[in-house]
């Protein structure tokens, strides 16, 4: 297989062939993220794509699990897009799933109608990352569009019946007061989203990027794990939503805690209660192997 640059995708897509479509981010402007500083956004060739789906065919005959990378593929133009998927479907006959990251902007520019046509071609699962709900602070980390942009984007994919996956930033406001917005209003988007998945990630300073300079100069101090671990119980407990599925395994977070809200949610606020009553560092992911 062929890649140009570092190549990313969720956890949950660790099985999945990864299909390079576009290089880099849109958007890229992120203040947190260090994914694709390295490359300039371009889109590839359609030519290269079809290649690219020929030689995993001859690699692995068939497959079930597809990712559609960089940072969001559905900023491709629509008829490339469903060109992209109907090749893979018919490459591979045992294929179930294609995901793809999704930026709001890039998911906003689609239409109620291109949207669905996507997810009737195939496109199964959306990877947005939320991060937070906070208006302001969404301004501040550059994430491109406000609350109300965001909650669209959101909605536009469950509404197109596209399984979607939000993604939140835990300790992304730093200390104090921001620290208990951010969490109220993450929960706020959430219940209003209503996204299938609910998957949370700890803000770790990544070199090169403007967050680990603000950490650097001081001018951003971040949580400790016990304040992080309050705002994951903050956000547990102003979840009304049904039916959510929790995932709280990624590597960067010091508890792995998973669940469905509503379901779950009392065991889920016990577990984080025990650590914090506790305040007992050997219940925690230790540094060693947290990580993005």
């Known amino acids: ?61 068939d497959l079930e699990k597809v990712f559609l ?18 090749k893979l479907y018919q490459t591979f006959p045992s294929l179930r799933h294609v995901g793809s990251y999704v930026g709001p902007q890039s998911t906003l520019s689609k239409s109620m109608e291109e949207l669905k046509e996507l997810r009737a071609a195939g496109l199964t699962k959306a990877y947005i990352g939320v991060e937070t709900g906070d208006d302001e602070l969404l301004k501040k980390v550059k994430k491109g569009v406000g609350y109300d942009q965001m909650l669209e984007a959101g909605r536009n994919l469950v509404a197109a019946n596209i399984n979607l996956s939000a993604m939140v930033l835990l300790g992304l406001a730093g200390k104090g007061e921001a620290s208990k917005r951010h969490a109220l209003a993450t929960a706020k988007i959430c219940n209003e989203m209503k996204p ?36 994951m119980k903050q956000i547990f407990e102003n979840i009304t939503a049904d039916n959510m ?13 998973t669940g469905t809200l509503q379901r779950d949610k009392e065991k ?25």
Do not use: W
């Open 245 to 257: 599925k929790f995932v709280g395994t990624h590597a960067s977070n010091y508890m792995s805690i």
């Open 69 to 86: 990378c960089d940072g969001d593929a559905i900023a491709l133009e629509t008829d490339m897009l469903l060109a992209i998927l109907k």
């Open 1 to 61: 297989m062929r890649y140009e640059g570092n190549i990313f995708r969720p956890f949950s897509e660790a099985n999945s062939y990864l299909l390079q479509c576009t290089i880099g981010c849109s958007h890229n402007q992120c203040t947190f993220c260090g994914m694709y500083k390295d490359k300039k956004y371009r889109v590839r060739p359609l030519a290269e794509i079809m290649e690219d789906i020929k030689m995993a065919k001859d690699q692995y005959s």
């Open 196 to 231: 299938q998945y609910l998957a949370a990630l700890t803000v770790t300073p990544v070199p090169g990027t403007v967050l680990y300079h603000q950490v650097q100069r001081g001018e951003f101090e971040l949580l400790d794990p016990f304040e992080t671990l309050e705002e």
């Open 268 to 292: 889920m606020i016990k577990m984080v209660d025990d650590v914090l009553k506790s305040r007992d560092e050997k219940m925690l992911r230790p540094d060693h192997l947290r990580g993005l």
